[in-house]
């Protein structure tokens, strides 16, 4: 039933205008929401992926000392190792005083096994010290000849977070923590 007379034209005449300014202002509106979260979920992978990056490297430095243990084993296998030491920074402190101890550049000059050892116990606290400032690692060793060597491996660092809303901005507490990672070796 085709629609005349005066209501009839109003009618097309609506509907062939086009979107009303108020429209076009709800499609901004709606669109700027939209983008606002579409950045904050970018923002929120790339913290994210930071933290992994993070927690990545530090495994691979705790397993690049327990590569350095097991290419040591004069040293590390024989028990004659501390049977703990801790690193802070550049520092290594041990209660022998044998990987604190000044050691040649062992990759130019013949080292023993104690001096390469702490060749390479300062050269890893000297990478983490760079990549991590405020890094702190612990290592335990078993020095009982009579069954194999064990090594306890354990580095913590912080790790800064980003906050998702105005709740977790205001609790400063949920913006870092501290983590840690352990690894076993069997020099």
Known sequence: MPVTGRNGSL?????ASGLSLIEVLITLVITSVGLLGLAKMQAAALANTQIARGRSLVALQLESLAAAMHGNRGFWAAGTAPQTFTLAGATVTDSTGALSAAAPDCASVACTPIQMAAYDVQRWAADMAAHFPTYAAT???SNDISRP???SLTASWSEHYLAYNQTTAAQTSAMAATQSLTLHVQP
Do not use: K
């Open 139 to 141: 290592v335990n060793c």
């Open 11 to 15: 009618r097309r005449r609506r509907m």
């Open 149 to 151: 060597i064990r090594c």
